[in-house]
C-alpha cells in the first residue's frame, strides 16, 4: 500500500504517463473482464493483444484482483460471490486508477479485513452458514454499480458484524480452553490419589470401617487439595495415611513396634486436632477420628483388630484420548492462533484455528470461526498431515494491501520499460539526423583532408625521424648500462682476488666500528666462515670482516692493503696462545 504522498504522487504521474503514451480509453465488458483475469499472464502486451483499445486503468485493476486472488484460499461455498466482489473490485479500480484509492489507508484497512474473514470461514451445513452467506450475498448486492464511499461504508458493516462474531468465538473458545485444562487438572489428580492410595495400603492391612472412609470420602477431598493447590493439606493427609498404615501393619520390627507405641498416640491427638477435609461431612469425620483412636488403642492394650487387606485402587477413567504417535515428541510448527485449511475426505475443507496444546499431552485441540471444537489431533499426526499435504496454514499476510503493493511495482517497473523505450527511439531519430548532418561535415572535411594531407605526412615523417633518435638514444643509454655494470662486476672480481691474496699478516688501513681508521695486521683467516680477523700492535683484536665485505670496502676506498712483514709468525702463534689462556669478554 503506498503510504506518503511522495510515493502516491509518483505512481499517479506515472500511470498518466502510461495512459498518454498508449492513448487507450476504450472500456471493458464483464465478458472480457472475466476472460482477463482468467488469463495466465497479464503483462502490458498481453493486455494490448487481449484488449485492444482498452484503458490501461483496467490492466492495474487486473494487477491489482489477480494478486487477491492467489494469496486467497476460500471455501468452496465463497468462490463465486470471490469472483463478483473482485470483479466490483476490477471496475473500481479502473474507475479510480490514478491510485486515490491505493493511498486510502481506511479503505485498504477495510478490504484486507474483509478478505480476512473469507479466508477463514468455512460451510459447517448449520444455520449460522446460511447466515453468513446471505450476509455475503447482501454485500454484493449493495456493492453492485455504487460508488468506492458507499462501498466502504457496507463493506465496514460487514466487518463490524464479523468481528463481533470472531469475539464471542474468542470468549467460547477461552472456556473450551478453561474446561479442557479443568479436565485434565481433575485427572492428574485424580491419578495421584489413586497412586498415593495404592502406594500406602494396596496389599497391607488396615481396619474396613476406616478404609471406607478413605477411599469414599477422603480421596474426593484429597483430589479437591489438589485441583485447588492446597499443597499443605496434601502433605498433611499424605503423612497421616503413611502413619496409618504403619500403625495397623501386622509385622511389626522391634523399632517399629518402639515407635508406635510413641508415635501412635500422637496419631489420633493431630487427627482430632485437624479440620475436616474439605467437602467432609464434620460428623462422618468425627467417627472416622473416633474410629482410628479406639483401634489404635487396641492395639497398644495388645489386643487384636480386625483388618482386611486393602486390595488396589482402581485406575480412574482416563478422559478420551488421541492414540500416541510416533512423531509426538516432535515439535509442532503451528503455534496457539494461527489457522489451517484441512482437506477432509467426509467433512471437505475445514478452516479452523489451533486453540490450544492440551497441558502436559500431545493433544491438539482446533476451532472453527464460531470458537466450537472441530478437531482434536496428535503432533505426531499434525506432522504426518503437514508432510502429506492434507493440511496446510493460511498465510498470515493482508491479501489486498499486498496485491496493491505488487500492482505498484509492476506499474513502476511496466513505467521505467516504457520509458526507456521511449528514449532509446528519441535517441534512434536523433542520430538520423545527427548522421544527415554529419556526411555533410565529412564531404567538407574531405577537401580540407587531401590539402592537410602533405602536411600530415610531413608531420608523420618528423615523428618517425624523432622516434629513431630515441630509440638510438636508448640503444646506448642500454649499451651503458650493460658496460657500467660488466666494469664494476670486474672491479668486484678484482677486489676478491686482492682480498684473496691477503696472507697472515698483512697490514691493512680498515674502518672500526666507530668511524675511525686503524692500521692493523691480518691475524687469522677462517675458511669455514670466510672470516678475517684483525689485531692491532698490541695483540689485540679490532676488528672481523668477511671475504665480500672486504672486497667492498676496497672498493669503496676505505680500506688500503699492505703486504705481510716478516717476522709475524711468531708473534701470531703468541697472539693466539694469549688468547687461548685468557678468553676475550
Not at 485447588?228 to 523399632?255: G, I
Not at 478422559?319 to 510448527?333: M, N, Y
Not at 535517441?427 to 572535411?445: F, P
Not at 676478491?496 to 675511525?516: C, F, K, M, N
Request: with cysteine.
Amino acid at each position: 500500500m503506498v503510504r506518503t504522498k511522495v510515493q502516491a504522487d509518483a505512481l499517479a504521474q506515472a500511470f498518466a504517463d502510461i495512459r498518454q503514451w498508449s492513448g487507450a480509453t476504450g472500456a471493458l465488458n464483464s465478458a472480457q473482464a472475466q476472460s482477463l483475469m482468467n488469463a495466465q499472464r497479464m503483462g502490458l502486451a498481453d493486455f494490448e493483444r487481449l484488449a485492444p483499445g482498452a484503458d490501461l486503468g483496467y490492466l492495474v485493476g487486473l494487477w491489482v484482483v489477480r494478486g487477491v486472488r492467489e494469496a486467497l484460499s476460500c471455501d468452496p461455498a465463497l468462490s463465486e460471490r470471490l469472483t463478483t466482489f473482485l470483479t466490483q473490485l476490477l471496475y473500481l479500480t479502473a474507475a479510480d486508477a490514478e491510485c486515490r484509492l491505493w493511498q486510502n489507508t481506511r479503505w485498504c484497512t477495510a478490504i484486507d479485513r474483509l478478505l480476512f474473514h473469507w479466508q477463514c470461514w468455512y460451510g459447517s451445513g448449520d444455520l449460522s452458514t446460511d447466515r453468513f452467506l446471505q450476509r455475503c450475498d447482501d454485500l454484493l448486492l449493495q456493492c453492485r454499480d455504487a460508488k468506492a464511499s458507499v462501498c466502504l461504508e457496507v463493506i465496514e458493516s460487514f466487518n463490524r458484524r464479523a468481528d463481533k462474531e470472531l469475539d464471542r468465538a474468542a470468549l467460547l473458545a477461552s472456556r473450551i480452553a478453561d474446561t479442557e485444562r479443568g479436565k485434565l487438572k481433575r485427572q492428574q489428580a485424580e491419578e495421584r490419589v489413586t497412586a498415593l492410595l495404592n502406594e500406602c495400603f494396596s496389599g497391607n492391612s488396615v481396619p474396613d470401617a476406616i478404609y471406607r472412609y478413605i477411599t469414599q470420602s477422603l480421596s474426593p477431598a484429597l483430589q479437591f487439595c489438589l485441583i485447588n493447590d492446597r499443597e499443605h493439606l496434601w502433605e498433611f493427609w499424605t503423612e497421616m495415611l503413611t502413619q496409618l498404615v504403619q500403625a495397623f501393619s501386622l509385622n511389626k520390627t522391634a523399632e517399629q513396634q518402639q515407635a508406635f507405641f510413641c508415635q501412635g498416640p500422637q496419631l489420633g491427638a493431630r487427627l482430632s486436632a485437624a479440620a475436616p477435609p474439605p467437602g467432609c461431612e464434620p460428623n462422618e469425620y468425627h467417627e472416622f477420628v473416633t474410629q482410628v483412636i479406639v483401634d489404635i488403642e487396641a492395639l497398644l492394650a495388645g489386643q487384636r483388630v480386625h483388618t482386611v487387606i486393602a486390595p488396589p485402587a482402581p485406575a480412574s477413567v482416563a478422559t478420551v484420548s488421541v492414540k500416541a504417535h510416533p512423531r509426538d515428541g516432535e515439535p509442532c510448527p503451528i503455534a496457539s492462533g494461527d489457522w489451517l485449511v484441512f482437506d477432509s475426505p467426509h467433512e471437505g475443507r475445514i478452516h479452523c484455528q489451533l486453540l490450544l496444546q492440551m497441558p502436559g499431552s500431545h493433544d491438539l485441540v482446533l476451532v472453527n470461526r464460531q470458537g466450537h471444537k472441530v478437531l482434536q489431533l496428535s503432533v505426531g499426526r499434525m506432522l504426518d498431515a503437514l508432510d502429506r499435504g492434507s493440511v496446510s496454514p493460511l498465510a498470515d499476510i493482508k491479501a489486498y494491501s499486498t496485491a496493491l503493493n505488487r500492482a505498484a511495482a509492476r506499474l513502476e517497473y511496466c513505467h521505467s520499460d516504457l520509458a526507456a523505450k521511449r528514449r532509446l527511439a528519441s535517441r534512434m531519430e536523433a542520430q538520423r539526423q545527427a548522421q544527415a548532418k554529419r556526411q555533410q561535415a565529412a564531404r567538407e572535411q574531405a577537401a580540407k583532408a587531401r590539402a592537410d594531407a602533405d602536411r600530415t605526412r610531413r608531420q608523420q615523417a618528423m615523428a618517425e625521424e624523432r622516434r629513431r633518435l630515441e630509440r638510438e638514444k636508448r640503444e646506448r643509454e642500454a649499451e651503458e648500462r650493460v658496460a657500467q655494470r660488466e666494469y664494476e662486476q670486474q672491479r668486484l672480481t678484482e677486489a676478491l682476488a686482492r682480498v684473496d691474496e691477503l696472507a697472515t699478516g698483512s697490514s691493512a688501513d680498515i674502518p672500526l666500528a666507530d668511524g675511525s681508521q686503524c692500521r692493523a695486521q691480518l691475524g687469522m683467516i677462517m675458511p669455514s666462515t670466510g672470516k678475517h680477523l684483525f689485531y692491532d700492535r698490541f695483540g689485540r683484536k679490532v676488528a672481523e670482516w668477511r671475504r665480500e665485505q672486504l672486497a667492498e670496502l676496497l672498493l669503496e676506498g676505505r680500506a688500503v692493503f699492505y703486504e705481510a712483514e716478516p717476522g709475524f709468525e711468531s708473534r701470531l702463534e703468541q697472539i693466539v696462545h694469549a688468547q687461548r689462556k685468557v678468553p676475550v669478554l
